[in-house]
């Protein structure tokens, strides 16, 4: 239940259901990034043994907080962990509070976390990479904890950007949900593009809700056309093997004090954004030109595999509705 609310007058409805992750009594401590309507919020949850038959033997509760925007949330992160572990050990206090606030600020991100996500998939990121790029509902299972499972949620959306002029206008846009339980199934219903996590594993049975359903490391499929999608080719390799070349690079120069104003985090995310704009910007070209043929030599050139990214280059031309021809040679002829 809800205890406390400020304003009051805020629709909260079902919000104690994503401020506290399914299998949470089984922690001590979590955070929680949710979606609420056209908000988004931060939930930390705390868990304190009592001797209470009342509260049978646990005090859990949650503070959260609502925003417009979830690129700053993770600012106010100390605050609600001090705060929930303050209500646990004085339960006379609330125990939930979510304030609206307005935040415009500049896109940021947790620290650290673009990296973590990175390593822990490690090629396989590729493939996350092309099913974000084409906008496809990606639900990522994990027990709790759930808090940096929410950061691949972020993380997985980052792996899509991108910044050029004249994308975009008819395309499903890339929609972080974050946290996800049964009470969200006839909200996903509705749903052509997102990213979301949860903790209840009945979602991977219920098949019509996502694309792709992402447990530990082991990413998958169940739409045959998307199979193909899931094998690492010798393009993905390179890129793979480029991306490690300059977080190597990076790391050398700020060890002998050469960089000290990049970081790991802007360079995965600024890797895969020039990517993205190498695709689109070649596809775009060859749209606007008279034969309007993309052949194998474009593909190599947008650092993809002629033929193991046959079906990838497929699927974007019609998630993207661009005009293009793809004419890709035999494999004995390439």
């Not at 691949?152 to 980052?158: D, E, I, Q, S």
């Not at 052509?192 to 809700?209: G, M, N, P, Q």
């Not at 390799?237 to 050469?258: F, P, T, W």
Request: negative net charge.
């Amino acid at each position: 239940m809800v205890e406390w609310c400020l304003p009051q007058d805020i629709d909260l409805e079902g919000v104690e259901f994503k401020s506290m992750a399914s299998g949470s009594h089984k922690i001590q401590s979590d955070f929680i990034y949710f979606r609420k309507g056209l908000c988004f919020g931060l939930a930390c949850f705390a868990n304190m043994p009592v001797e209470s038959e009342l509260e049978r033997g646990a005090r859990m509760k949650s503070v959260g907080i609502l925003s417009p925007s979830y690129t700053l949330l993770y600012r106010y992160m100390h605050f609600l962990e001090n705060q929930v572990r303050h209500l646990c050990m004085c339960p006379c206090f609330t125990s939930e509070l979510f304030s609206s606030l307005s935040l415009h600020l500049q896109i940021t991100h947790p620290a650290g976390c673009m990296s973590q996500f990175i390593k822990f998939f490690g090629e396989q990121i590729l493939v996350l990479w092309k099913f974000a790029l084409l906008r496809k509902r990606i639900l990522i299972f994990s027990p709790p904890p759930v808090g940096v499972v929410c950061y691949r949620v972020y993380c997985c959306c980052c792996l899509a950007n991108v910044s050029l002029p004249g994308l975009g206008g008819t395309v499903p846009e890339s929609k972080p949900f974050f946290y996800v339980n049964v009470a969200d199934i006839e909200m996903l219903e509705t749903e052509v593009s997102y990213v979301a996590c949860t903790t209840e594993k009945i979602f991977e049975e219920k098949r019509d809700l996502y694309d792709v359903y992402v447990d530990n490391q082991n990413v998958k499929t169940h739409h045959e056309h998307l199979q193909p999608l899931l094998k690492i080719n010798n393009a993905d390799k390179e890129k793979y093997r480029r991306l490690n070349d300059q977080r190597q690079m990076l790391m050398y120069s700020q060890e002998v004090g050469e960089d000290c104003s990049s970081c790991e985090e802007d360079l995965f995310i600024l890797f895969f954004m020039e990517q993205n704009n190498r695709i689109f910007q070649t596809l775009m070209e060859v749209s606007a030109s008279q034969d309007k043929t993309l052949t194998a030599d474009h593909a190599r050139g947008m650092g993809l595999d002629p033929q193991g990214d046959r079906s990838f280059l497929m699927d974007l031309l019609e998630v993207y509705g661009i005009d293009v021809m793809l004419v890709i040679d035999n494999p004995c002829c390439t």
